[in-house]
């Protein structure tokens, strides 16, 4: 093989924010001087689902996930000493797109920087939220109103800015196939150029076709997952040459970052996902044809909780090592002309075109927003399946489960954990902004945001105005949700009787005993509390609660504990399972708690699913809580049995 030019490194970045802008810039420049050579800002589920840190919803979930940005300060503090000229950032933000981006320009403004040449991305794809994620606001027809206007104005003021990352990332979490994966991202790309093409020139449409990225997930197949890739490349290319006419073959390049998978890293003997994060960043780096153009990873940890510094570091230096130390950066394409992987990509793009047509005859990927979720639902369900009937092996797990304690878990938990007086902090810091800003010169940027978002017209001008009069992300986006309406996403759980009995006919058999019993069929109500809209596992608990018999409620995603034990009162709830992930579960569970005793309803027996430390999960216990499950009780089958042996009024009477 001739030896090429070496290729450059792919931007190596790590997806942190936490607590406070000050704690996540330190974060930051801690970072960078490791050698870290881009940007990627976690925000909070508050900033996310644009709401201020002091709203009723934010409880509990000020700077858990991310780093809190209410206002232009925020902002400031965020990039302190950062010049974001010569930056690459890449802000994983959907909803509040728009208004992020608007802070991000006028921080950059006041810190002198050419606006041109400014470059980074915001993910801006709301499709994959209603599916997967959850950090939606406002309907689909107004939030690809909304991507477009982003992306109009980057292309006239921020050309060198991706003002929409389609995403496909969540999609693999919420357990697509890689079928589906290829198919839904792409649906959505097409979506939105779709929305895009009326608002240029028809001569650049095709540079606007280029600014269009895209954000993926490598799981732990490896080969099938570099295929993937490789199929992206040529799906996407043949896209915009057949569907658009693009004819420039550098418009048409499949650009795209990666964090490759979180979802198969295990609580379980946790050290052994170093090894599953490094295979699966060769399947999206080996590959020079579909190799990403910035890469992030997750730490080992992350199944445990926030990650240390410490362990953010060890996987940038995973990067760093391949990228610098190997020498895979000096040669072409190591897999064109493999007739293994040839094949293997054809097949994928088969099924991707299949499925693209499925869509398309449905109207788009707008108009089949509830048949992606349903299907996403059962391929999940299908996932865990596999993996309780071991035919799916996942070391620690179902396999080779005895082993030695880790000495990365140290005194600390091996996790580093949010200060709970980072939220009061935060409030009064915001409290102190509202005090101290223009209230007229507020007034008046709101009104102006409030005519654009009502007339049609581009709200990224208006928006960069009001964050420069001092608005709030909470004020913003309420003038989108008055303008726009809201939004409850699909839930992909069926209600209705199951006939999925395989391997459940004793749970059926002991569902409808205890219901006999109880003299009407048990009722499970699943809730998820909080803005926590990652739903997977409230999904497969209900789904699972569904096909062994019981009279399942689960609404959805970003009830309040009002809602929650309204609805228990209502339909009569035998017992009340709440999922949080977000690490909100102390505030939430306690608020819960004490609404069910004001009402009467004590004796309902609640359950707790999360990522819940050992130390958390005992203050749970002493609020009352029967049961706790984190990702290591895989066995949803054993979790059912809990259920029934709660709610049974034999046992009940036996204690």
Known sequence: ????????????????????????????????????????????????????????????????????????????????????????????????????????????????????????????????????????????????????????????????????????????????????????????????LDELRPRVPAEDFPALCGRISFFVNAGIRFVTEMCKMRAFVDLWDEILQQRYGIEDPKFRRFRYGVQVNSLGLTEQQPENNVYRILIEMLAVTLSKRARARAVQLPAWNEALGLPRPWDQ??????????????????????????????????????????????????????????YMKSRLVESNAERLNRIERNETVVVGVNKWTEGEASPLQTEDGGIMVVDPAVEQEQIGRLNDWRADRDDAAVAAALQALREAARSGANVMAPSIAAAKAGVTTGEWAEEMR????????????????????EGLEDLRAAVDAVSDRLGRRLKFLVGKPGLDGHSNGAEQIAFRARDCGMDISYEGIRLTPEEIVTAA???????????????????????????????????????????????????????????????????????????????DPTEIAAE
């Not at 008055?482 to 009995?501: C, D, F, I, L």
């Not at 339909?571 to 306690?590: E, F, Q, R, T, W």
């Open 1 to 192: 093989m001739t030896q090429l030019q070496k290729d450059r490194p792919w931007l190596i970045r790590t997806y942190a924010g936490h607590s406070t802008a000050k704690a996540s810039n330190a974060l930051y420049r801690a970072n960078l001087a490791k050698g870290q050579t881009g940007l990627s800002v976690a925000f909070d589920l508050p900033t996310q689902t644009g709401y201020d840190s002091d709203h009723t919803l934010a409880r509990g979930e000020v700077g858990k996930v991310g780093v809190p940005i209410c206002h232009l300060g925020d902002m400031r503090v965020l990039f302190d000493q950062i010049p974001l000229e010569q930056m690459n950032t890449s802000m994983t933000i959907n909803a509040t797109a728009p208004w992020l981006l608007a802070l991000y320009i006028a921080v950059a403004e006041e810190q002198g920087a050419d606006v041109s040449k400014l470059q980074g991305t915001v993910q801006n794809d709301l499709i994959k939220e209603y599916l997967s994620r959850g950090t939606y606001v406002c309907p689909p027809k107004p939030s690809l109103k909304m991507i477009a206007d982003v992306a109009e104005y980057c292309y006239d003021n921020v050309p060198k800015w991706n003002p929409m990352n389609v995403c496909s990332y969540h999609l693999q979490e919420a357990g697509a196939t890689p079928e589906q994966e290829l198919a839904y991202a792409l649906a959505t790309a097409i979506a939105v």
């Open 313 to 370: 570091q060890w996987s940038m230096r995973m990067q760093q090592i391949l990228a610098y130390e190997t020498d895979l950066l000096e040669y072409g394409d190591l897999f064109d002309g493999n007739p293994v992987v040839d094949a293997k990509v054809e097949e994928l793009k088969n099924g991707a075109r299949a499925e693209l047509a499925n869509l398309e005859s449905m109207g788009g990927a707008v108009a089949s927003i509830e």
């Open 482 to 501: 008055k303008a726009y309406g809201t939004y409850r996403g699909p839930t992909g759980v069926s209600g209705s009787v199951s006939n999925k009995t």
């Open 569 to 647: 009162q209502e339909d009569k709830a035998h017992v009340i399972g709440l999922s949080i992930l977000s690490g909100s579960h102390l505030p939430l569970v306690k608020d819960v708690m004490t609404r069910l005793k004001a009402a009467g309803l004590s004796d309902i027996p609640v359950i707790v699913g999360g990522i819940i430390p050992d130390e958390d999960a005992d203050q749970l216990r002493s609020m009352g809580v029967s049961k706790i499950y984190t990702p290591k009780n895989f066995e949803l089958n054993a979790i059912m049995g809990d259920i029934v042996t709660l709610v």
